[in-house]
Nanobody
């Protein structure tokens, strides 16, 4: 059973860039059958797909202007950077693996990491 683990800061200041990493326990990210996704849940909203990577990288249109997703496959990690953080970005961030394309329909999830945007 694959395990995913998010890591990064739990607190960022407004206008800063949030950088999170996801470490995958077993095997390659690039070239695998799966898509590797970032999902978040902000207060008052459901799960929101942010973007992901597989043989290419796709972003949610609502975040594409300030989101970058990339991988360090040698370390079995993938990452994102979300610029210009604001209070509306406060929430729980998850990485996950899906065998069903892009979106929140993942079969394996990390535990999630709480991120708070506050000065």
């Amino acid at each position: 059973q694959v395990q995913l683990l998010e890591s990064g800061p739990g607190l960022v200041k407004p206008s800063q860039t949030l950088s999170l990493s996801c470490t995958v326990s077993d095997g390659a990210i690039v070239g695998s059958y799966y898509s590797w996704n970032w999902i978040r849940q902000t207060p008052g909203k459901g799960l929101e797909w942010m973007g992901g990577l597989s043989f290419s990288i796709f972003y949610s249109p609502s975040l594409s202007s300030r989101l970058v997703i990339y991988t360090n496959s040698s370390k079995s990690q993938f990452h994102f950077e979300l610029a210009s953080m604001g209070p509306e970005d406060t929430g729980v961030y998850y990485c996950c693996r899906s065998a069903k394309g892009w979106g929140v329909n993942c079969g394996s999830w990390g535990q999630g990491i709480q991120v708070t945007v506050s000065s």
